[in-house]
Structures are given as C-alpha cells and as structure tokens.
C-alpha cells in the first residue's frame, strides 16, 4: 500500500470546447458509463492509502447534475477531498443561474477565463461562434455575483495585437468595476493541440512592450535559442520521477496518463479495462512505459542538437521547451 496521495482525473463528461491551444489534445466527447467512478476507485483503491476523485479532466462541471456530481467526488474519494483550483465552466456560468451560487457555496472565490483574442480570434480558438461574448459575459456575472475573474490570455504571432486590445478592456473594467480583476500572458507549453501553433509562436522580440508587465515569469523567459544552447551542455538523458502525489488522467476510454504532457500513444501507462491492476500500478510507480522508456535512448544535448532551431527566436521556459523536444523525439520514434 503506498502513502503518497494519488490523484484521479476521468474524462467523464467532456468539454463544449475544443480549444486550439488545449494541451490534453482535442478526444471525442462520451459520456462514461454509470459507475465508472466507483470502478475506477475499486481498481486503485488497494494500492494507496489516500485518493482523491474528480469526475472532469476537461471542462470542470460541463454535466447537468454538477452539484450533485461534486458530492459524489467526494463521497467516493478516499481518505482525501479532490479541490476546486480556481476553476469553472464559463459555458455554465453564461446558462445556468444557480451556478455562480453553487460556486461560492464550494469555497470557489475566483475563476480563471481564458482569452486568444477578440470577437472573431477567440471564438475559432475556443472552436465555438459565441465564445468571446460568454466569456465577457462570463467576467460580468461573476463580479456581479461576488467571484473575482483572473483575466488569462495565450499569446502568439497572430493574435498579439488583440492580446493588447483585450488589455485595454481589462483596464476599463477593473477601473470601473472591479479592482481586483487580474490579467496576464504567456505563451503556453507546446502539448497538444498547442503542439500545431509552433509555426505562430511569439518571438520574443515581438512581445509588445504594453503586455510585458502582464507576461508572466518574463524575467527569466527564454528564446528558443537560448534554451537549445543551454541543453547542449547537457548529457543526461530525460527523465520523469514520479513525485510526491501521483496524478492520472484516465480517458473516457479508460486509457491510463501521467498528468504532464499530451494523452497520446507512447505515453499511454495501461487501460483500466484491459489490464490487471498490480501490473498498470507497477508501471505507474516505476515509470514502465514506452515513452519512458525512450527516454533512455537519448540525451538533452542529443535531442537539441537534432530537433532544436538554433537561430529560433520563439519563447520557451525551460521545461516547456525539454517536453517539446521529447515529444518530437517520440514522434519520429513511432512514425
Ligand atoms: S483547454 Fe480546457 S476548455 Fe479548452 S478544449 Fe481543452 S479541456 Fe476543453
């Protein structure tokens, strides 16, 4: 029996978006069967002393019987209580008016809205006609119902110029409505869905100089460049401890991950229906998957030196950029 807490994350219901820089990678929407939580729960629950449920890995509360859905998260967990982050479902907070409610009554006193842009921007990477509006009515209902929103917009090559439109409108209505309401930017990691907007990447030296107080950790942002060079110096094959919590995300298709990077083939750890639990359980605790398993195949240096563009003036943070680096290794490796 293990002590650490291990985490479960199901894909039980889905998400109305399919957002172009989602990191999980875009999965078809289907509802998992009655019971899939205590399933889930019966198959982990003789290895480790403390878990705790969540019913969403997407969209948190995209179900009808959200309230009851939470109850039942933490009813089913053990010995630990899944949390709420600073989380919310802005296409509930637009239909639904018990929502803001039900929020508040679960300790939630902040959400976190996402933006790529204006009007025309967010909806087609929301991939929603409509998203800008539910988002900026979204703001004002939760203001209104006494939840702070965080303002958190993706910046790239395409959308810069809106990204500091949208931060004037941040201004207005902080000024006029709610102080608190915070803003900031950054580029995203490069996983999935995210993966394909390489190409539209910010350069560093297009940042513009009105949203570089906003970009978040700016000081020790790096070019694409920069972090090719400092990862040559590095010998040392990639390498993924699992850390004092354990957390899985399980598709809806009970295929089993780590919670960093994409759910894509090589980094599948077992299926909950298919495999018997000491054997997926020992791959979780020992790193025993494919993609783990390349890693000891290569190298950082070896990885920049073949993958990295050494006159790339794209940003990066660090471990951003060693996932990026290690997923097209994987890639190339399962073509
Ligand atoms: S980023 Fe979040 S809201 Fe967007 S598609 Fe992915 S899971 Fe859904």
Redesign the pocket.
């Known amino acids: 029996m293990y002590e650490k807490q291990l985490n479960l994350a199901a894909d039980m219901n889905g ?1 109305p ?3 172009l ?4 990678g ?1 999965m078809p929407n289907r509802k998992m069967e009655d019971g899939a939580d205590r399933f889930i729960m019966d198959y982990f629950s003789p290895f480790f002393e403390r878990i705790a449920f969540y019913s969403w890995l ?2 948190p509360d995209f179900c009808d019987d959200y309230a009851a859905r939470w109850e039942k998260d933490l009813a089913v967990s053990k010995n630990a209580r899944p949390e709420r982050f600073e989380l919310a479902s802005f296409y509930r907070i637009v239909r639904d008016e018990k929502y803001i409610p039900f929020l508040k009554s679960v300790g939630v006193r902040k959400v976190q809205l ?1 933006f790529f842009g204006l009007m025309e921007t967010q909806d087609r990477y ?2 929603r006609t409509g998203a800008f509006e539910e988002v900026m009515r979204a703001t004002e209902l939760l203001i209104r119902g006494g939840i702070v929103p965080r303002w958190q917009c993706f910046l790239n090559e395409e959308n810069r110029e809106e990204i500091a439109a949208l931060k004037d409108i941040w201004e207005k209505i902080q000024r006029e409505s709610c102080p608190e309401l915070s803003f900031f930017v950054h580029e995203g990691s490069c996983d999935g869905e995210n993966r394909k907007l390489y190409p539209i990447r910010i350069l560093k030296h297009h940042i513009l100089e009105t949203l570089i107080p906003f970009y978040l950790n700016y000081p020790v942002l790096k070019t694409e460049r920069e972090c090719r060079e400092l990862l040559l110096e590095d010998g040392t094959s990639p390498s993924f401890p699992v850390g004092d919590t354990v957390t899985l995300n399980i598709s809806n298709a009970y295929d089993v991950f780590f919670n960093y990077t994409h759910m894509t083939g090589p980094w599948v750890i077992g299926n909950l229906k298919k495999d018997p639990a000491p054997e997926l359980v020992r791959r979780v605790m020992t790193g025993d998957t494919a993609a783990l398993r390349a890693a000891g195949r290569c190298t950082w240096a070896g990885l920049a030196d073949r993958y990295g563009d050494p006159a790339s003036e794209r940003v990066f943070s660090p471990d951003d950029y060693r996932m990026y680096l290690f997923n097209r290794f994987l890639e190339e490796e399962n073509r």
């Open positions: 998400c978006n399919r957002c820089h989602c990191w999980l875009h997407r969209e996402t929301v991939g």
